[in-house]
Nanobody, 118 residues
Framework: QVQLVESGGGLVQAGESLRLSCVAS????????MGWYRQAPGKQRELVAT???????NYADSVKGRFTISRDNAKNTVYLQMNSLKPEDTAVYYCSAQPILQPRPEYWGQGTQVTVSS
């Protein structure tokens, strides 16, 4: 059974930082592309960042230079360091796992709320 469990969300003020973590189980973590997506109220879920098994990273333009995705394959964990947070970053953040050769994420976490006040 695949499980992705996020943690680290919360309420912060604009300009502050948060670090999200996602621990995966039930998958061969090192060969999955791991990702973070977010969904704000009334909006569609959108890509935030992804990282492949070898470590290639991809970011949404809106978070480039502020957010950093990383992974620790020994701990089956992916992280999202979020700096200089803005109110528009407020959303539920979801961890995803995309098995190798699959075109899109196959597994999702339950989500963690990030709220940034102005």
């Amino acid at each position: 059974q695949v499980q992705l469990v996020e943690s680290g969300g919360g309420l912060v003020q604009a300009g502050e930082s948060l670090r999200l973590s996602c621990v995966a189980s039930g998958i061969i973590f090192s060969i999955n592309t791991m990702g973070w997506y977010r969904q704000a109220p009334g909006k569609q879920r959108e890509l935030v960042a992804t990282i492949t098994g070898p470590g290639r990273k991809n970011y949404a333009d809106s978070v480039k230079g502020r957010f950093t995705i990383s992974r620790d394959n020994a701990k089956n964990t992916v992280y999202l360091q979020m700096n200089s947070l803005k109110p528009e970053d407020t959303a539920v953040y979801y961890c995803s796992a995309q098995p190798i050769l699959q075109p899109r994420p196959e597994y999702w976490g339950q989500g963690t709320q990030v709220t940034v006040s102005s």
